[in-house]
Nanobody, 123 residues
Framework: VQLQASGGGLVQAGGSLRLSCSAS????????MGWFRQAPGKEREFVAT????????YYAESVKGRFTVSRDNAKNTLYLQMNSLKPEDTAVYYC?????????????????WGQGTQVTVSS
């Protein structure tokens, strides 16, 4: 499975962006998916995850209430709506496909990773 993340860019603090992640084939529709991010000089961290049915979601505390994860299995696409962006949200954002049908915050539980898309939030 190949994952293509897009939608990143430069935005002012308080602004919004919507990230998309397209999967190359249908495998992802039966698997949990997630978003992670990595800022310069920092380790990759969990952002949000969603189960294959789309009803179960889980967020990092730092983004809860500002970010919304969703998916469209018919289009093999994962989304991350990011509102009220802060400079500390600046990072490369990665999408990933989990080994199981459930979403998870554990990066080791993911089997496929996208190439990342840069999000930069200016103050």
């Amino acid at each position: 499975v190949q994952l293509q993340a897009s939608g990143g860019g430069l935005v002012q603090a308080g602004g919004s962006l919507r990230l998309s992640c397209s999967a190359s084939r249908r495998t992802s529709s039966n698997n949990g998916m997630g978003w992670f991010r990595q800022a310069p000089g920092k380790e990759r961290e969990f952002v949000a995850t969603i189960g294959w049915r789309g009803g179960d979601t889980y967020y990092a505390e730092s983004v809860k209430g500002r970010f919304t994860v969703s998916r469209d299995n018919a289009k093999n696409t994962l989304y991350l709506q990011m509102n009220s962006l802060k400079p500390e949200d600046t990072a490369v954002y990665y999408c990933a496909v989990a080994r199981s049908s459930a979403g998870t915050s554990n990066a080791k539980s993911y089997q496929y990773w996208g190439q990342g898309t840069q999000v930069t939030v200016s103050s």
